[in-house]
T-cell receptor, first 112, second 114 residues
């Protein structure tokens, strides 16, 4: 069965510190993977996507993610956190057939 | 010019009532979706439509009835509302043939059933 697991429902970092949000997936076919961000009282916005091209994917706002097939992971990173990065982050897997599975989300807190 | 717009943004209603949420996208996408986000932020697909045809129905109670009058619109009607229906409902759209899995979301409709 296809699934997405996000490790850690809450992550707290200091401003300027590295951001690392973890995502593992399970898929019997080559996966299409995504990271979305949700700011308070807003819809989700696409941060970046992996579609079997380069394993290191760069997205908006300085975020990037690395696809590691051997570890079935797609972790999201940003070298230096800003206060404006505080939000809910979702890892997602497109299953094909017009259906995307979302992880449970990770709330990122950024301390001044 | 909003790409995916939902109305209303907030909806407070009593148990047993019937309500509708409307969604429109101006992106020219072929596929539209309804998602439900619960109080713990868990996001689950309810329905997906492709070219006005129902593709996915994720074991949603039949009190929920989506309707797609054309490719740009996907409305959600809910009958006999229950307390457990309280959630944020998101509409989204995508163009699977061009950019598989990349969805554009509306701002959400916060439904509160009292």
């Amino acid at each position: 069965a296809q699934s997405v697991t996000q490790l850690g429902s809450h992550v707290s970092v200091s401003e300027g510190a590295l951001v690392l949000l973890r995502c593992n997936y399970s898929s019997s076919v080559p996966p299409y993977l995504f990271w979305y961000v949700q700011y308070p009282n807003q819809g989700l916005q696409l941060l970046l996507k992996y579609t079997s091209a380069a394993t290191l994917v760069k997205g908006i706002n300085g975020f990037e993610a690395e696809f590691k097939k051997s570890e079935t992971s797609f972790h999201l990173t940003k070298p230096s956190a800003h206060m404006s990065d505080a939000a809910e982050y979702f890892c997602a897997l497109d299953t094909g057939g017009f259906k995307t599975i979302f992880g449970a989300g990770t709330r990122l807190f950024v301390k001044a | 010019d909003t790409a995916v717009s939902q109305t209303p943004k907030y909806l407070v209603t009593q148990m047993g009532n019937d309500k509708s949420i409307k969604c429109e996208q101006n992106l020219g996408h072929d596929t539209m979706y309804w998602y439900k986000q619960d109080s713990k932020k868990f996001l689950k697909i309810m329905f997906s439509y492709n070219n006005k045809e129902l593709i996915i129905n994720e074991t949603v109670p039949n009190r929920f009835s989506p309707k797609s009058p054309d490719k740009a619109h996907l409305n959600l009607h809910i009958n006999s509302l229950e307390l457990g229906d309280s959630a944020v409902y998101f509409c989204a759209s995508s163009q699977e043939t061009r950019d598989r899995g990349v969805a554009f979301f509306g701002q959400g409709t916060r439904l509160t059933v009292v």
